[in-house]
């Protein structure tokens, strides 16, 4: 009776803890998730053309940046911070060149747009604190829109 006790207590542990796993950042809006393309971009005061059409997924805990053509960029999880005014974002780079490094940004979601302002051309130059990338910010700014299924 005790052995079957327990093992209910396991099961019942273990159904409970499921659901978590391949659930939103922390805090993360349910509307990030999904993939997103970048439709405008500016860099250090300039337009990045070469950012447009790239694509932003958030899966769970999880992102990924592909380029226009599909090929993975850049990859690992994030952290939102909602409640600070803009709201926050950490991109924690797990694969490729800046496995280890962050990127510290700020983001703002309205329906299918996303607007994200982040310090990926220069970690140095830590979280932006406006949705602008002037010159010499070391800022990147990126409108996206939703990719629909």
């Not at 052995?3 to 327990?6: I, K």
């Not at 337009?47 to 999880?62: C, E, I, K, M, Y």
């Not at 999880?77 to 409640?83: D, L, Q, S, Y």
């Given at each position: 009776m005790c052995?079957?006790?327990?093992a209910m207590c396991w099961w019942v542990l273990a159904a409970g803890l499921a659901p978590a796993f391949g659930q939103p950042a922390e805090g993360a809006p349910k509307g990030l998730q999904g993939t997103w393309a970048a439709t405008k971009a500016q860099r250090n005061g300039k337009?990045?053309?070469?950012?447009?059409?790239?694509?932003?997924?958030?899966?769970?805990?999880?992102f990924q940046v592909r380029s226009k053509d599909g090929k993975l960029l850049y990859a690992g999880?994030?952290?939102?911070?909602?409640?600070?005014?803009p709201a926050a974002i950490d991109f924690e780079h797990t694969k490729g060149t800046l496995k280890?490094?962050?990127w510290k940004g700020i983001y703002a979601q309205d329906g299918?747009?996303?607007r994200?302002?982040?310090n990926a051309p220069d970690l140095a130059k830590g979280r932006p604190a406006a949705f602008a990338a002037k010159a010499g910010s070391g800022h990147?700014?990126?409108?996206?829109?939703?990719v629909k299924p």
């Open positions: 052995r079957l006790t327990r337009a990045a053309a070469d950012v447009v059409g790239h694509r932003l997924s958030f899966t769970g805990n999880r999880t994030f952290r939102v911070h909602p409640n600070t005014k280890g490094k962050a299918d747009t996303l994200e302002c982040d990147i700014f990126i409108t996206f829109k939703r």
